[in-house]
């Protein structure tokens, strides 16, 4: 294992459709965390999980937005009925207690 | 509240010059502070970092950056620039290792030959 993997790097989609991104961390970490960059920014705080557990979600996750860890495995994002604005790089990371926090190269929504 | 301040969202220097980007912090408790770099489409990679003990802390190819608890801030240098060194550099707060961070906006550099 070696680092942290999105899936899909790059997604087009039409206002209004839904999308699922994919975060698998490396295989050891037991907590995972999803952040929102977009153009000329930092990245923002989304949520994290501590295996299974969503323990912490930010303000920036409307009701649109949900995110799962079903296993404490991999984790998937989904943004429903996408919005222009939602248009951003979507970065995993994941750590070990909080140790070896690792990012992953992120997936790039773009909403047309 | 924790957050970032970086002055300067964009910085050249020419290769071989000194690099200096500044970061400023806002926290209630004693921040772990932390700079990342950032190269176009690609995640972040993290240069260094100071959570307690020595407040100069060196990070890979090349960086530092020194913690001055009564300025609050975390500014990051490099004696002598390189062309790889172009990119995005990001500082970050959190309160505990392994917590969420704070980003500030970035700062982009750009090393003239």
């Known amino acids: 294992d070696t680092g942290v993997s999105q899936d899909p790097r790059h997604k087009i989609t039409k206002r209004g459709q839904n999308v699922t991104f994919r975060c698998d961390p490396i295989?050891?970490?037991?907590?995972l965390y999803w952040y929102r960059q977009t153009l000329g920014q930092g990245p923002e705080f989304l949520t994290y999980?501590?295996?299974?557990?969503?323990l912490e979600k930010s303000r920036l996750l409307s009701d649109r937005f949900s995110a799962e860890r079903p296993k404490g495995s991999f984790s998937t994002l989904e943004i429903q009925r996408t919005e222009q604005g939602d248009s951003a790089m979507y970065l995993c990371?994941?750590?070990?207690w909080g140790y070896g926090y690792t990012f992953g190269s992120g997936t790039r929504l773009t909403v047309v | 509240a924790q957050s970032v301040t970086q002055l300067g969202s964009h910085v050249s220097v020419s290769e071989g010059a000194l690099v200096l980007l500044r970061c400023n912090y806002s926290?209630?408790?004693?921040?772990?502070l932390f700079w990342y770099v950032q190269y176009p489409n690609q995640g972040l990679q993290l240069l260094l970092k100071y959570t307690t003990g020595a407040t100069l802390v060196k990070g890979i190819n090349g960086f530092e950056a020194e913690f001055k608890k009564s300025e609050t801030s975390f500014h990051l240098t490099k004696p002598s620039a390189h062309m790889s060194d172009a990119a995005e550099y990001f500082c970050?707060?959190?309160?505990?290792?392994?917590?969420?961070?704070?980003f500030g906006t970035g700062t982009s550099l750009t090393v003239i030959p």
């Open positions: 990371a994941s750590s070990l």
């Open positions: 926290s209630s408790v004693p921040p772990y």
């Open positions: 295989s050891e970490h037991n907590r």
């Open positions: 999980f501590q295996n299974e557990a969503q």
């Open positions: 970050a707060v959190s309160l505990f290792t392994g917590n969420q961070f704070y």
